[in-house]
């Protein structure tokens, strides 16, 4: 296996949103190649404590937190805990995120807000954070070239309009300019930030669009590579761009999404 367990030795993760889905499973790999990982969770208490347990019965490092994302005193409250806990923190996968879906005329600001909130000012305040201790600790050749290195989770919907999804759309379209400029801005300080836009994922978020068969072949007509993604195709690609081995990377949104974003309607159309 062409895996390494060594790729993140002595490196440290926060990961937001990791009691289920993609954020589960990023920092499930991200252990699993040697980092230490802070567990963010908002509500789902018994879930991120059992993946902490199964982290550490595989000689991982890992614990769990609770905080809303978009609570500024509740960020900075996460961070101070995790600081505390690990010495200092060279990882954040900002992840956390929600849909509340609506046909337009009918959504109400509510709903509007809440997407902004989590999925926008989240991350915002998370990477913030990140940025803080990145710059306060600098470089550490002995971990890694980078001062540090964040990944923002966006969707294949920064660029895909989604109808009856149009806050979900706008907070990951706004998550592609407010990730290529903090990565203009810290570049010079050694820190790398990316985003990695999931297309469809098989993860509690879209359990209906392929949980019958009826749904799945529908969801593969907008799929080339003709099967639904799994959380370890995103995982994976959080590795590589946690590592070195990404090292020259920067500023860019890696489309992890069998091929949904190269508009597969336009194959036999237009
Ligand atoms: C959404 C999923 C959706 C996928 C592809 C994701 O960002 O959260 O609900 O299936 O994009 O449309």
Known sequence: MSYSPYLLKGQKALVTGASSGIGEAVARYLALSGAAVAINYHSEAEEAQKIVDEIKANNGEAFAIKANVSQEDEVKAMFSQTLDQFGTIDILVSNAGVQKDSPFVDMSLEQWNKVIEVNLT???????????????????????????????????????????????????????????????????????????????????????????????????????????????????????????????????????????????????NG
């Open 122 to 268: 989240g991350q915002f305040l998370c990477v913030r954070e990140a940025a803080k201790e990145f710059l306060r600790r600098g470089v550490q050749p002995h971990i890694s070239s980078a001062a540090g290195k964040i990944i923002c989770i966006s969707s294949v919907h920064e660029i895909i309009p989604w109808s009856g999804h149009v806050n979900y759309a706008a907070s990951k379209g706004g998550i592609n300019m407010m990730m290529r400029s903090i990565a203009q801005e810290l570049a010079p300080h050694k820190i790398r930030v990316n985003s990695i836009a999931p297309g469809a994922i098989k993860t509690p978020i879209n359990k209906s669009a392929w949980d019958t068969p009826q749904a799945e072949a529908k969801l593969l007509e907008l799929i080339p590579a003709k099967r639904v993604g799994e959380v370890e195709d995103i995982a994976k690609a959080a590795v590589w761009l946690a590592s070195d081995d990404s090292d020259y990377v920067n500023g860019t949104t890696l489309f992890v999404d069998g091929g949904m974003s190269l508009y597969p309607g336009f194959a036999d």
